[in-house]
């Protein structure tokens, strides 16, 4: 067995909450009726 360190950081390709899911999908998210709120 390995005894080299795993680092969970080498899974992500960036930082931050907006890296966990791909632009086009975000775009989708936020232009369906349901991201629309009355404020």
Request: aromatic share 6%.
């Amino acid at each position: 067995m390995s005894e080299q360190a795993i680092r969970l950081t080498q899974y992500s390709h960036g930082a931050g909450c907006g890296c966990k899911i791909s632009p086009k999908v975000l775009e989708t998210i936020l232009h369906s009726e349901q991201a629309k709120f009355v404020d």
